[in-house]
C-alpha cells in the first residue's frame, strides 16, 4: 500500500507543477484583491473565481509536494519511534498550512461546490499522512474520490 500511497503522490506532485502554471495563465488578469471585490456583487464570475482559487490552491500544494512525498515516505517506513512522531508532527504541520491556504482562498467562494471540494481533499491528506493510514486498504480510493471531486473544480490537481 506504501507504493502506491508514493506513487499517487508523486504523480499529485507532478501534477501540482504542470497545472500550476496552466491554471496561472488562465487566471492571470483576475488580481487578487479584485476577485474579492468581484466575491461580495452579485455578479461575479464564478469561472474566474474558481480558477484564481485553484492556482493560488495548486501554487500552495506545489510549494509543498517535496515535502509532502518526504513524509509519506518517512511515515510508511520509519521505524524509531521518536523519528516517527517527529514525522507525525511534521505531517501535521503541513497539512496545516496547507488547510490555511484553502481556508483563505476558499472562504469568499463564488461555487461552494468548490470549498467544499478543496476541504475534502486537504482533509484526506491529513488522514492520509499517518502511519496508520498506510495499512488503511481503502486509502487509495479515499485518496482518488478526494482528488476526482477537486480535480473536477480544478484540473490541475489531476494527476
Given amino acids: 500500500m506504501s507504493a502506491l ?17 496552466e491554471t496561472a495563465k488562465s487566471a492571470a488578469p483576475a488580481s487578487t484583491g479584485a476577485a ?6 452579485p455578479s461575479v464570475d464564478v469561472k474566474a ?6 492556482k493560488n490552491v495548486i501554487a500552495a500544494f506545489d510549494k509543498e ?4 512525498v518526504e513524509l509519506l515516505v518517512k511515515l510508511a517506513t520509519e521505524e524509531d519511534k521518536a523519528a516517527q512522531d517527529k514525522a507525525k508532527a511534521d505531517a501535521a504541520a503541513l497539512i496545516e498550512r496547507l488547510r490555511t491556504v484553502v481556508d483563505k482562498e476558499t472562504a469568499n467562494a463564488a461555487d461552494p461546490k468548490v470549498k467544499t471540494a ?8 491529513g488522514k492520509m499522512l499517518t502511519p496508520e493510514a498506510m495499512a488503511d486498504p481503502d486509502l487509495e480510493k479515499k485518496m482518488d474520490a478526494a482528488m476526482a471531486e477537486a480535480s473536477a ?4 490537481l489531476n494527476p
Fill in 118 to 125: 478543496l476541504q475534502a481533499l486537504v482533509v484526506t491528506f
Fill in 36 to 41: 474579492t471585490t468581484a466575491a461580495a456583487s
Fill in 5 to 21: 500511497t508514493l506513487a499517487f503522490a508523486t504523480g499529485l506532485s507532478a501534477a501540482c507543477g504542470s497545472g500550476a502554471d
Fill in 65 to 68: 509536494k517535496m515535502q509532502l
Fill in 153 to 156: 473544480y480544478c484540473p490541475g
Fill in 49 to 54: 473565481d474558481t480558477e484564481r482559487i485553484c
